[in-house]
């Protein structure tokens, strides 16, 4: 007012005042002189005051009862005209506030006198409130009577007046209120108001100040009024309304709390007067049942009264608000009676009204949670809070089930709704008739209940509707919906109040815990212990608070969610749902942060059931204990409310049908907008709020589940779910607007899950777990069939892994543990799956950026790669198939970096099994030769062995033999790594092995590891071998044959790189071990003819069986080893069991060569033979000259490492100093043994003996399979005897010839097949040798040289070659015997192919050759040795001519001629040179024996019983006979001279020969033509000479000789004689006939012997012939002349030639007396 303090003010305030007083006298000139005496004094006044005070104002407000009084005289005229210009004046009199106390009072008793007279009352209205308004001056009586003058014209009869009173009351009374609060401001520095205690009971005032007495004294009079009661203060009060004072309660109530609560004497005002009048007040409401007939009470109910009623929920409403804290208990009442007017039988408007009263507490968190701390959690106290809550439920659910019958308007439909039948009436149809079309209202809908939703309100805000109705004194129509609208509201406020009260409070802690938190890690003590302190604090407080929330919650969630559930389902206004849902969610989320499982588990199942068609059979929302809910009934104060059941006849648009999620899906459901909204709350539940959810994930994500399902969504790449068509079943319909939802679902799917990297680890184990049981389940319900199963959860599992890599140890196990499972399911689909999940997540955790990296983080690494080990335990292939798919993808991407996960990566592709298919085992090798060809170098060498086990394996499986042999080509790969980087693999071993065997030690274990005490890098030269030794009887021949060239080229090539101690394990486990198996395996190998290998291949006869196809791999692994033994016999021979290996090995090669196949035994001796060469390790006689080499430092060549710089050297070389000096340390170089070494070569040969005499031994029994050797075969065992032979001469001895004579006979015994012969007989013409028969001479010759060059004793032995060569050269008339083989002349045998299965013939071979050549050497020898001592004494001479004997006695019936004519030749040749010999050892008798032989093979060959074949030419025949005179001469020559030294009998016998010879040799086979070649006249005629000679000559040193000679020769002439006379005695008697032929060639011979004889005589020196010779010659004559009568004109001429040389006895001789006296 600071306007009216200036000059300018005051002046005009002057001139107004003035100009007011001149007014009022003017008008009250005439009629009122008083009146104008008394303005004109106060103009006079005004003037003197203004004229003597400089504060014009201050003296003014002294003086005014002065100044005023002219204006009170004038309205005390009562003249209307006056009185306002009076009331003017006066107004600003007081505007300037120039009035005292005492003017005041002045005015206001001329106001009342106004009033009484019913004069100006809107002016005088106007001027109390300036009054009052503008200062203080006015208190107490007269503050009371300006009221009261208020009050009386509230009353009045005028409308306008009224109102204005009413309105100028309300000013007045905020007035006095504030007077006192402006009080309060002013003393509040001065004294503080002690706090009040509740039970205070005084009465007195006298303690107020003014301003407070007014307000006091007004308050309580009010209170007095509206009881009905007299005030105390207000005299003069006439009339009062009840409901005017309760608004003017109220208004001071809600204006003025500060009033109450810090005056103790207000506050007792309130509890002891305002309370008990509202509840007195409340009594009819709470009496009344709507309904009820008066009757059955004794006095009749007041009824409630609208006005009355909704001012005192007004004034509740205010206490409730404003002074809980002063009046809890009475609170509990109002409270109490608030929910009970909800009741269904209290009126409709009165539950509107309490709707509304409810509502405005609701908006007001903090003030319920005051109630939940004061009454809930109180013991026996009613539970307020929860009973609002429950009573709002039961309210809704009311609404439902009732139909609203308060009001006129919806009586009607009462009946409607009763009667059961449909809502007919348009007016209840919600429909809006709009320009002919038709727009959906927002409303519930239950069960035929339609009740629209109203905008009421702004969320959050309580702004009431029937509340602010002062004005009405009817109780109004409460439009439908209304109160459900309200209701709906105070559910969703009071959710949205309370959750954001609890979530505040708790997040203040959890920031105030976290700040504490970190303040406890200061460093100093003291501190420490400030911070505990204030930590415990705020802890208790925590508690507290935690108590309190948790109370809250557990109080009204029951009630909210029956409510909200019932809304939800009610609801067909997406904007209510989307509410109704969020408020489950919140109310979920907060439950899940306090940790109240059931509560936040009751809501999801709520959010979840919405979720989901009507009735679906879901069983986890069925048997969680949440959803116990919907089956038991909560008692709501008293009643009992059952819980509805969803209702299925919801007007809601179907937006798509799809298949439920069951074992047996029966037809098809469908899903409404609604049904996608909740969904899509769930998600947003389970993305904004999944760190609370804990177990109740599992509800939520088995909904999800269904959803998707349903909705046809399907898993794609990395876990998201894409729309994709349903694969059985009617195929899912989707309406266009669910189609554009689906995307934006499926993409908040995938962020939901991958949310759940910011979730703690354990509400990630809680969502796994969740997700594991879901696909359980969805496992299960895929056993047994082959349906499309639900792929939610394995796909939700792969994507939860994905985006969790950084901490995916915590969750690894579980996940993958689960994954493994699904792979094992039977159906495809879901196995496919879990595959594709597993593998993915495999593929991410190690592509994955970790930190520390995996390289450093090996255990993890481990785990990662440890499920795709796992996979290998499950046999479906389509899930080996991934595995592999990965490993190889693994590879690619991550191959240099495995590590120590390489066993783990082996072991899958070690794991694939033969009978896990062709593409499985492909895919698998694929992987392999990625390794083999590009990571050897980056894993650890301890990782070497096992791909050396895994290649292997492959080689071993038969699915695809082209795998197989690649594999054996990596294993050759591999050892030609090994080669290379053989030092770095060595010491990374070595040191790899020291650290195992210290944790061996430390453990107290041994370590096991194959091939033990082998260093390990020799250990994985072991492991390649072993593995292809396995391979090398692999039933597959191309298999076998691969492996076993690769064994062999590996041992050859890298084996110096083993340590020599090695090499006994090579031998003995390795190579002798594969022998024993190869040779088990071909002696039992299946003889039955293989049609085809496979396919369209043909078969080489020699390979088409599997014994054959063994044969080869026996041959090849024989051949192998012997090699090794061969060329690294340097390494062998020291190893100390070399002669047991020899042994072995002999053994092996021994039974090879018995084996009945031709391939393996020849093969057998060669490699025999390959042995046999071996180079005798050097002696010091023959050091070749490269030995020196060796004596330089030997370390150089040792394998240890001596120094830093020394390695061992990769050396191939095999010099023979390198070979003495590898492996010797610094001693010399080793000489083996010469002994041992001579017992090798024995062994040796008794391996041969046992080979050849078992080969050569002709069988028992002969059929068409019998086993007999092959030309090759002898021939090669042949020719190993001269290399063996070298080695053992020495000790050879005449036992060893003997056995070696039997072998060579057998052996050239053995017939060959007539298939075979065209390959090995030269055709039968031709005399050539075989090579067996070459090979057996040779044999021979190689011991005969060495005889001849060897001592003495060894000369013994040239009988025994005698012997044996002459028994071959017995073949040649007498072919041998190979046991009862029947044997075909080689001219005989059918040479035919054709027969297959006909018996093979067997033929001799033509020996003649062999026997002749075997003579040939006899005779060579013999002349070599024919002196030596063991050839004279063991008759050797004797035997080679008994042995002639035979061909020359069958002559010409020998097989070939050339027999008889060699013989011939031989007998010639060696008797020339043995009977020299013979002669010479005459006396010791040794040759008495021969003399007889020899005449008797004289004998038959000279006088064969053999006839000449019929086509004997005469040219042949001439010369054979020059044959017979060469024999006859070397009688001559070489027998007869030496007559003396020759026993006499052997002399008679050759000299009877010759006498025979002389006279008849013919032959009686001659035709008559040929008769006198024919008769061996040349012969006759030698043996005549020789007799003759031998008879005369002068030499005859003995008589007995000459005696024998003679007898000869008169037996030869005697015998002529006789011939003579019985041919002429024939002759005679025969008569014309002609004698026979024969007796005619006799006589021809005997004339021709005598003609010879006469010349032999003639010839031989007289003095030889005895004279008694002569006599019988001449006596002959006579006889020979009685022939001439003979008629046969041969014998004439034959007579004629006999006669003419008796010429020259027609004389006598002259010294015929002197020398017969002599």
Same mark, same amino acid.
């Given at each position: 007012?600071?306007?009216?303090?200036?000059? *300018?003010?005051?002046?005009?305030?002057?001139? !107004? =005042?003035?100009?007011? +007083?001149?007014?009022? %006298? &003017? $008008?009250?000139? @005439?009629?009122?002189?008083?009146?104008?005496?008394?303005?004109?004094?106060?103009?006079?006044?005004?003037?003197?005051?203004?004229?003597?005070?400089?504060?014009?104002?201050?003296?003014?407000?002294?003086?005014?009862?002065?100044?005023?009084?002219?204006?009170?005289?004038?309205?005390?005229?009562?003249?209307?005209?006056?009185?306002?210009?009076?009331?003017?004046?006066?107004?600003?009199?007081?505007?300037?506030?120039?009035?005292? *106390?005492?003017?005041?009072?002045?005015?206001? !008793? =001329?106001?009342?006198? +106004?009033?009484?007279? %019913? &004069? $100006?009352?809107? @002016?005088?209205?106007?001027?109390?409130?300036?009054?009052?308004?503008?200062?203080?001056?006015?208190?107490?009586?007269?503050?009371?009577?300006?009221?009261?003058?208020?009050?009386?014209?509230?009353?009045?009869?005028?409308?306008?007046?009224?109102?204005?009173?009413?309105?100028?009351?309300?000013?007045?009374?905020?007035?006095?209120?504030?007077?006192?609060?402006?009080?309060?401001?002013?003393?509040?520095?001065?004294?503080?108001?002690?706090?009040?205690?509740?039970?205070?009971?005084?009465?007195?005032?006298?303690?107020?100040?003014?301003?407070?007495?007014?307000?006091?004294?007004?308050?309580?009079?009010?209170?007095?009024?509206?009881?009905?009661?007299?005030?105390?203060?207000?005299?003069?009060?006439?009339?009062?309304?009840?409901?005017?004072?309760?608004?003017?309660?109220?208004?001071?109530?809600?204006?003025?709390?500060?009033?109450?609560?810090?005056?103790?004497?207000?506050?007792?005002?309130?509890?002891?007067?305002?309370?008990?009048?509202?509840?007195?007040?409340?009594?009819?409401?709470?009496?009344?049942?709507?309904?009820?007939?008066?009757?059955?009470?004794?006095?009749?109910?007041?009824?409630?009264?609208?006005?009355?009623?909704?001012?005192?929920?007004?004034?509740?409403?205010?206490?409730?608000?404003?002074?809980?804290?002063?009046?809890?208990?009475?609170?509990?009442?109002?409270?109490?009676?608030?929910?009970?007017?909800?009741?269904?039988?209290?009126?409709?408007?009165?539950?509107?009204?309490?709707?509304?009263?409810?509502?405005?507490?609701?908006?007001?968190?903090?003030?319920?949670?005051?109630?939940?701390?004061?009454?809930?959690?109180?013991?026996?106290?009613?539970?307020?809070?929860?009973?609002?809550?429950?009573?709002?439920?039961?309210?809704?659910?009311?609404?439902?089930?009732?139909?609203?019958?308060?009001?006129?308007?919806?009586?009607?439909?009462?009946?409607?709704?009763?009667?059961?039948?449909?809502?007919?009436?348009?007016?209840?149809?919600?429909?809006?008739?709009?320009?002919?079309?038709?727009?959906?209202?927002?409303?519930?809908?239950?069960?035929?209940?339609?009740?629209?939703?109203?905008?009421?309100?702004?969320?959050?805000?309580?702004?009431?509707?029937?509340?602010?109705?002062?004005?009405?004194?009817?109780?109004?129509?409460?439009?439908?919906?209304?109160?459900?609208?309200?209701?709906?509201?105070?559910?969703?406020?009071?959710?949205?109040?309370?959750?954001?009260?609890?979530?505040?409070?708790?997040?203040?802690?959890?920031?105030?815990?976290?700040?504490?938190?970190?303040?406890?890690?200061?460093?100093?003590?003291?501190?420490?212990?400030?911070?505990?302190?204030?930590?415990?604090?705020?802890?208790?407080?925590?508690?507290?608070?935690?108590?309190?929330?948790?109370?809250?919650?557990?109080?009204?969630?029951?009630?909210?969610?029956?409510?909200?559930?019932?809304?939800?389902?009610?609801?067909?206004?997406?904007?209510?749902?989307?509410?109704?849902?969020?408020?489950?969610?919140?109310?979920?989320?907060?439950?899940?942060?306090?940790?109240?499982?059931?509560?936040?588990?009751?809501?999801?199942?709520?959010?979840?059931?919405?979720?989901?068609?009507?009735?679906?059979?879901?069983?986890?929302?069925?048997?969680?204990?949440?959803?116990?809910?919907?089956?038991?009934?909560?008692?709501?104060?008293?009643?009992?409310?059952?819980?509805?059941?969803?209702?299925?006849?919801?007007?809601?648009?179907?937006?798509?049908?799809?298949?439920?999620?069951?074992?047996?899906?029966?037809?098809?459901?469908?899903?409404?907008?609604?049904?996608?909204?909740?969904?899509?709350?769930?998600?947003?539940?389970?993305?904004?709020?999944?760190?609370?959810?804990?177990?109740?994930?599992?509800?939520?994500?088995?909904?999800?589940?269904?959803?998707?399902?349903?909705?046809?969504?399907?898993?794609?790449?990395?876990?998201?779910?894409?729309?994709?068509?349903?694969?059985?079943?009617?195929?899912?319909?989707?309406?266009?607007?669910?189609?554009?939802?689906?995307?934006?679902?499926?993409?908040?799917?995938?962020?939901?899950?991958?949310?759940?990297?910011?979730?703690?680890?354990?509400?990630?184990?809680?969502?796994?777990?969740?997700?594991?049981?879901?696909?359980?389940?969805?496992?299960?319900?895929?056993?047994?069939?082959?349906?499309?199963?639900?792929?939610?959860?394995?796909?939700?599992?792969?994507?939860?892994?994905?985006?969790?890599?950084?901490?995916?140890?915590?969750?690894?196990?579980?996940?993958?543990?689960?994954?493994?499972?699904?792979?094992?399911?039977?159906?495809?689909?879901?196995?496919?799956?879990?595959?594709?999940?597993?593998?993915?997540?495999?593929?991410?955790?190690?592509?994955?950026?970790?930190?520390?990296?995996?390289?450093?983080?090996?255990?993890?690494?481990?785990?990662?790669?440890?499920?795709?080990?796992?996979?290998?335990?499950?046999?479906?292939?389509?899930?080996?198939?991934?595995?592999?798919?990965?490993?190889?993808?693994?590879?690619?991407?991550?191959?240099?970096?495995?590590?120590?996960?390489?066993?783990?990566?082996?072991?899958?592709?070690?794991?694939?099994?033969?009978?896990?298919?062709?593409?499985?085992?492909?895919?698998?090798?694929?992987?392999?030769?990625?390794?083999?060809?590009?990571?050897?170098?980056?894993?650890?060498?301890?990782?070497?062995?096992?791909?050396?086990?895994?290649?292997?394996?492959?080689?071993?499986?038969?699915?695809?033999?082209?795998?197989?042999?690649?594999?054996?080509?990596?294993?050759?790969?591999?050892?030609?790594?090994?080669?290379?980087?053989?030092?770095?693999?060595?010491?990374?071993?070595?040191?790899?092995?020291?650290?195992?065997?210290?944790?061996?030690?430390?453990?107290?274990?041994?370590?096991?590891?194959?091939?033990?005490?082998?260093?390990?890098?020799?250990?994985?030269?072991?492991?390649?071998?072993?593995?292809?030794?396995?391979?090398?009887?692999?039933?597959?021949?191309?298999?076998?044959?691969?492996?076993?060239?690769?064994?062999?080229?590996?041992?050859?090539?890298?084996?110096?790189?083993?340590?020599?101690?090695?090499?006994?394990?090579?031998?003995?486990?390795?190579?002798?071990?594969?022998?024993?198996?190869?040779?088990?395996?071909?002696?039992?190998?299946?003889?039955?003819?293989?049609?085809?290998?496979?396919?369209?291949?043909?078969?080489?006869?020699?390979?088409?069986?599997?014994?054959?196809?063994?044969?080869?791999?026996?041959?090849?692994?024989?051949?192998?080893?012997?090699?090794?033994?061969?060329?690294?016999?340097?390494?062998?021979?020291?190893?100390?069991?070399?002669?047991?290996?020899?042994?072995?090995?002999?053994?092996?090669?021994?039974?090879?060569?018995?084996?009945?196949?031709?391939?393996?035994?020849?093969?057998?001796?060669?490699?025999?033979?390959?042995?046999?060469?071996?180079?005798?390790?050097?002696?010091?006689?023959?050091?070749?000259?490269?030995?020196?080499?060796?004596?330089?430092?030997?370390?150089?060549?040792?394998?240890?490492?001596?120094?830093?710089?020394?390695?061992?050297?990769?050396?191939?070389?095999?010099?023979?100093?390198?070979?003495?000096?590898?492996?010797?340390?610094?001693?010399?170089?080793?000489?083996?043994?010469?002994?041992?070494?001579?017992?090798?070569?024995?062994?040796?040969?008794?391996?041969?003996?046992?080979?050849?005499?078992?080969?050569?031994?002709?069988?028992?029994?002969?059929?068409?399979?019998?086993?007999?050797?092959?030309?090759?075969?002898?021939?090669?065992?042949?020719?190993?005897?001269?290399?063996?032979?070298?080695?053992?001469?020495?000790?050879?001895?005449?036992?060893?010839?003997?056995?070696?004579?039997?072998?060579?006979?057998?052996?050239?015994?053995?017939?060959?097949?007539?298939?075979?012969?065209?390959?090995?007989?030269?055709?039968?013409?031709?005399?050539?040798?075989?090579?067996?028969?070459?090979?057996?001479?040779?044999?021979?010759?190689?011991?005969?040289?060495?005889?001849?060059?060897?001592?003495?004793?060894?000369?013994?032995?040239?009988?025994?070659?005698?012997?044996?060569?002459?028994?071959?050269?017995?073949?040649?008339?007498?072919?041998?015997?190979?046991?009862?083989?029947?044997?075909?002349?080689?001219?005989?045998?059918?040479?035919?192919?054709?027969?297959?299965?006909?018996?093979?013939?067997?033929?001799?071979?033509?020996?003649?050759?062999?026997?002749?050549?075997?003579?040939?050497?006899?005779?060579?020898?013999?002349?070599?040795?024919?002196?030596?001592?063991?050839?004279?004494?063991?008759?050797?001479?004797?035997?080679?001519?008994?042995?002639?004997?035979?061909?020359?006695?069958?002559?010409?019936?020998?097989?070939?001629?050339?027999?008889?004519?060699?013989?011939?030749?031989?007998?010639?040749?060696?008797?020339?040179?043995?009977?020299?010999?013979?002669?010479?050892?005459?006396?010791?008798?040794?040759?008495?024996?021969?003399?007889?032989?020899?005449?008797?093979?004289?004998?038959?060959?000279?006088?064969?019983?053999?006839?000449?074949?019929?086509?004997?030419?005469?040219?042949?025949?001439?010369?054979?006979?020059?044959?017979?005179?060469?024999?006859?001469?070397?009688?001559?020559?070489?027998?007869?001279?030496?007559?003396?030294?020759?026993?006499?009998?052997?002399?008679?016998?050759?000299?009877?020969?010759?006498?025979?010879?002389?006279?008849?040799?013919?032959?009686?086979?001659?035709?008559?033509?040929?008769?006198?070649?024919?008769?061996?006249?040349?012969?006759?005629?030698?043996?005549?000479?020789?007799?003759?000679?031998?008879?005369?000559?002068?030499?005859?040193?003995?008589?007995?000789?000459?005696?024998?000679?003679?007898?000869?020769?008169?037996?030869?002439?005697?015998?002529?004689?006789?011939?003579?006379?019985?041919?002429?005695?024939?002759?005679?008697?025969?008569?014309?006939?002609?004698?026979?032929?024969?007796?005619?060639?006799?006589?021809?011979?005997?004339?021709?012997?005598?003609?010879?004889?006469?010349?032999?005589?003639?010839?031989?020196?007289?003095?030889?012939?005895?004279?008694?010779?002569?006599?019988?010659?001449?006596?002959?004559?006579?006889?020979?002349?009685?022939?001439?009568?003979?008629?046969?004109?041969?014998?004439?001429?034959?007579?004629?030639?006999?006669?003419?040389?008796?010429?020259?006895?027609?004389?006598?001789?002259?010294?015929?007396?002197?020398?017969?006296?002599?």
């Amino acid at each position: 007012m600071s306007g009216t303090n200036s000059p *300018e003010a005051v002046k005009k305030l002057l001139e !107004n =005042m003035q100009s007011d +007083l001149r007014a009022l %006298s &003017l $008008e009250c000139k @005439k009629k009122f002189p008083p009146v104008k005496e008394a303005a004109e004094s106060g103009i006079i006044k005004v003037k003197t005051i203004a004229a003597r005070n400089t504060e014009i104002l201050a003296a003014l407000k002294e003086n005014s009862s002065e100044v005023v009084q002219p204006f009170l005289m004038g309205c005390g005229t009562k003249e209307p005209k006056i009185t306002q210009l009076c009331l003017a004046a006066i107004q600003r009199l007081m505007s300037h506030e120039v009035v005292s *106390e005492t003017a005041a009072g002045n005015i206001i !008793n =001329m106001l009342w006198q +106004l009033m009484e007279n %019913s &004069l $100006e009352e809107l @002016k005088l209205l106007q001027t109390v409130l300036v009054l009052l308004t503008t200062n203080t001056v006015v208190h107490d009586e007269a503050l009371s009577k300006a009221i009261v003058l208020c009050f009386r014209l509230h009353f009045t009869k005028d409308n306008i007046t009224n109102n204005t009173a009413a309105a100028t009351v309300r000013q007045v009374v905020t007035v006095v209120f504030e007077r006192m609060v402006a009080e309060d401001e002013r003393h509040r520095d001065i004294l503080e108001q002690p706090v009040l205690q509740a039970n205070s009971n005084r009465r007195s005032v006298s303690t107020l100040k003014p301003c407070a007495k007014d307000a006091y004294m007004l308050f309580q009079d009010l209170c007095q009024l509206v009881n009905a009661d007299a005030p105390y203060w207000l005299v003069g009060m006439t009339e009062m309304t009840r409901t005017f004072g309760l608004e003017l309660l109220e208004s001071v109530l809600n204006d003025f709390p500060q009033v109450f609560l810090q005056h103790q004497e207000f506050s007792f005002l309130l509890k002891e007067r305002v309370c008990p009048l509202v509840i007195k007040l409340f009594s009819p409401n709470i009496k009344f049942r709507q309904g009820s007939s008066t009757s059955s009470s004794p006095a009749p109910v007041e009824k409630p009264y609208f006005p009355i009623c909704m001012r005192l929920l007004r004034v509740v409403s205010v206490l409730i608000k404003q002074f809980y804290s002063l009046l809890v208990t009475e609170c509990e009442i109002f409270l109490s009676l608030l929910v009970k007017f909800l009741d269904a039988d209290k009126p409709q408007w009165l539950r509107a009204v309490a709707v509304e009263s409810i509502h405005r507490l609701c908006v007001q968190p903090q003030l319920l949670r005051s109630f939940c701390q004061s009454y809930d959690m109180k013991q026996h106290s009613t539970k307020v809070f929860r009973d609002i809550v429950n009573a709002l439920g039961s309210f809704i659910q009311s609404l439902f089930l009732v139909p609203p019958t308060g009001s006129p308007a919806t009586t009607n439909q009462a009946g409607n709704n009763n009667s059961g039948g449909p809502v007919s009436a348009p007016a209840n149809s919600g429909m809006v008739g709009i320009g002919g079309g038709v727009t959906l209202l927002p409303a519930f809908e239950y069960r035929g209940t339609w009740i629209p939703i109203l905008t009421i309100t702004v969320q959050g805000s309580a702004k009431a509707t029937y509340l602010e109705m002062l004005d009405k004194v009817e109780p109004p129509t409460i439009p439908e919906g209304y109160a459900m609208s309200v209701a709906f509201h105070c559910l969703l406020d009071l959710v949205r109040g309370i959750t954001s009260m609890i979530e505040g409070e708790l997040g203040e802690v959890e920031t105030e815990c976290q700040t504490t938190t970190e303040g406890a890690s200061s460093p100093t003590q003291s501190s420490e212990q400030q911070d505990l302190q204030s930590t415990s604090d705020q802890m208790d407080k925590e508690i507290v608070s935690r108590a309190v929330w948790e109370e809250m919650v557990n109080a009204c969630w029951c009630g909210l969610l029956a409510a909200l559930s019932l809304l939800l389902d009610a609801s067909t206004d997406e904007a209510a749902t989307e509410n109704i849902l969020k408020a489950e969610l919140t109310m979920a989320a907060l439950c899940g942060r306090l940790g109240l499982v059931t509560s936040r588990d009751a809501f999801i199942t709520a959010i979840c059931k919405g979720s989901l068609p009507p009735h679906y059979a879901l069983t986890v929302l069925n048997t969680t204990t949440a959803a116990t809910l919907s089956n038991k009934s909560y008692s709501i104060q008293g009643q009992s409310v059952m819980m509805i059941s969803p209702s299925s006849e919801s007007h809601q648009q179907v937006v798509a049908v799809g298949q439920p999620l069951a074992v047996q899906p029966q037809g098809t459901v469908m899903l409404t907008s609604k049904n996608i909204q909740c969904m899509r709350t769930l998600l947003n539940l389970a993305h904004c709020h999944g760190a609370v959810l804990g177990t109740s994930w599992q509800l939520v994500l088995a909904t999800l589940q269904h959803l998707v399902w349903i909705l046809g969504l399907k898993p794609s790449s990395g876990g998201a779910l894409k729309p994709g068509r349903a694969v059985e079943g009617p195929s899912t319909v989707l309406t266009t607007a669910v189609m554009t939802d689906l995307p934006v679902i499926s993409n908040i799917l995938s962020r939901l899950f991958e949310s759940s990297q910011y979730l703690d680890d354990v509400s990630l184990h809680h969502l796994i777990n969740a997700l594991c049981s879901l696909s359980l389940e969805a496992m299960d319900m895929a056993y047994g069939n082959n349906k499309e199963p639900s792929l939610f959860a394995v796909a939700k599992l792969l994507e939860t892994g994905l985006v969790n890599m950084h901490r995916i140890e915590i969750l690894w196990r579980p996940l993958t543990g689960h994954l493994l499972e699904v792979c094992q399911h039977p159906n495809s689909r879901m196995r496919e799956w879990g595959a594709e999940a597993l593998t993915s997540l495999i593929k991410a955790g190690l592509t994955f950026n970790h930190d520390p990296p995996l390289s450093q983080n090996q255990r993890l690494q481990l785990l990662l790669l440890n499920p795709l080990k796992e996979m290998s335990n499950i046999n479906h292939p389509d899930i080996r198939l991934k595995q592999l798919e990965c490993v190889l993808q693994i590879l690619q991407s991550q191959g240099d970096s495995l590590g120590p996960g390489w066993p783990l990566v082996l072991g899958v592709m070690g794991a694939i099994r033969n009978d896990q298919g062709e593409s499985l085992i492909r895919t698998a090798f694929q992987c392999l030769q990625l390794v083999v060809t590009d990571f050897l170098p980056t894993m650890p060498c301890t990782c070497l062995q096992i791909v050396v086990d895994v290649a292997g394996s492959f080689g071993l499986h038969n699915q695809e033999l082209n795998i197989s042999l690649t594999s054996i080509g990596l294993l050759w790969n591999i050892s030609d790594y090994f080669f290379q980087r053989g030092e770095t693999i060595e010491k990374e071993l070595n040191k790899e092995e020291a650290a195992q065997q210290k944790q061996a030690e430390e453990k107290g274990v041994v370590l096991n590891r194959p091939f033990h005490p082998a260093p390990p890098f020799d250990c994985l030269w072991l492991c390649l071998y072993a593995k292809l030794g396995e391979l090398c009887v692999d039933p597959r021949p191309a298999v076998r044959k691969s492996a076993g060239q690769t064994l062999f080229s590996t041992i050859g090539a890298h084996g110096t790189l083993l340590q020599h101690s090695t090499w006994h394990t090579v031998i003995w486990k390795v190579l002798f071990h594969l022998l024993d198996r190869v040779r088990e395996s071909s002696t039992t190998a299946d003889k039955e003819k293989i049609e085809s290998g496979g396919g369209n291949i043909l078969i080489h006869h020699s390979r088409d069986t599997a014994e054959k196809q063994w044969a080869e791999t026996w041959v090849l692994t024989l051949a192998g080893v012997a090699r090794i033994f061969n060329t690294r016999r340097y390494l062998l021979q020291p190893l100390g069991d070399f002669s047991r290996a020899w042994d072995v090995l002999l053994d092996h090669i021994q039974s090879a060569a018995l084996s009945k196949n031709n391939e393996v035994s020849l093969a057998a001796l060669k490699s025999f033979q390959e042995i046999l060469q071996i180079v005798s390790p050097v002696r010091d006689s023959d050091k070749p000259e490269t030995l020196p080499v060796v004596n330089v430092p030997v370390p150089v060549l040792i394998g240890s490492i001596s120094g830093p710089g020394l390695s061992r050297p990769f050396v191939r070389t095999d010099s023979i100093g390198e070979r003495l000096g590898r492996y010797s340390s610094s001693e010399t170089p080793i000489v083996t043994d010469e002994l041992e070494d001579l017992n090798l070569w024995w062994a040796a040969w008794n391996t041969w003996y046992r080979i050849g005499s078992e080969s050569t031994k002709p069988p028992i029994t002969f059929d068409k399979l019998t086993f007999i050797p092959s030309q090759p075969f002898l021939t090669a065992l042949i020719q190993i005897f001269p290399a063996l032979y070298q080695h053992i001469k020495t000790g050879f001895n005449m036992d060893d010839l003997q056995k070696l004579g039997v072998i060579l006979h057998s052996a050239v015994s053995v017939p060959i097949s007539s298939d075979a012969s065209p390959f090995i007989l030269p055709s039968y013409t031709e005399a050539v040798l075989t090579s067996l028969q070459e090979a057996v001479l040779t044999a021979l010759d190689v011991l005969q040289k060495a005889i001849c060059v060897g001592p003495e004793n060894m000369q013994i032995m040239y009988p025994a070659i005698f012997d044996q060569l002459l028994a071959f050269v017995e073949f040649s008339c007498k072919p041998p015997q190979y046991g009862q083989l029947e044997t075909k002349h080689i001219a005989n045998a059918k040479y035919n192919q054709i027969q297959l299965f006909a018996p093979a013939e067997w033929v001799a071979l033509n020996y003649v050759p062999f026997a002749e050549r075997s003579l040939e050497v006899v005779v060579d020898l013999y002349q070599k040795t024919a002196c030596h001592k063991a050839v004279v004494n063991e008759k050797v001479l004797q035997n080679i001519i008994k042995t002639l004997r035979v061909p020359l006695s069958l002559k010409y019936s020998c097989p070939s001629e050339s027999t008889w004519k060699l013989a011939v030749s031989s007998l010639l040749k060696v008797l020339s040179i043995g009977l020299p010999v013979a002669r010479q050892h005459a006396s010791s008798g040794k040759f008495d024996s021969m003399w007889p032989e020899l005449a008797n093979t004289f004998e038959d060959f000279l006088f064969t019983k053999s006839i000449p074949p019929d086509n004997l030419s005469i040219q042949e025949f001439q010369r054979n006979e020059s044959i017979d005179v060469e024999v006859v001469q070397l009688i001559s020559t070489e027998i007869l001279p030496y007559a003396n030294f020759i026993p006499k009998e052997f002399v008679g016998q050759i000299m009877t020969m010759l006498n025979k010879g002389s006279i008849h040799s013919q032959s009686s086979s001659f035709t008559e033509a040929e008769i006198d070649i024919r008769l061996r006249e040349e012969f006759s005629k030698m043996c005549f000479e020789t007799l003759l000679q031998f008879s005369f000559s002068s030499k005859v040193t003995t008589p007995q000789e000459g005696y024998i000679s003679r007898m000869a020769l008169s037996v030869l002439l005697k015998r002529s004689q006789d011939v003579l006379h019985r041919y002429i005695e024939d002759e005679r008697l025969s008569g014309k006939c002609p004698l026979p032929r024969q007796q005619v060639t006799e006589i021809i011979f005997v004339l021709k012997a005598v003609s010879t004889l006469i010349d032999s005589l003639k010839k031989t020196q007289p003095e030889n012939v005895d004279g008694n010779t002569w006599a019988q010659v001449i006596a002959l004559y006579p006889t020979l002349v009685e022939c001439i009568t003979c008629s046969s004109s041969e014998v004439c001429s034959a007579l004629k030639e006999a006669l003419v040389p008796f010429k020259d006895f027609m004389q006598p001789p002259a010294s015929k007396v002197q020398n017969g006296e002599s």
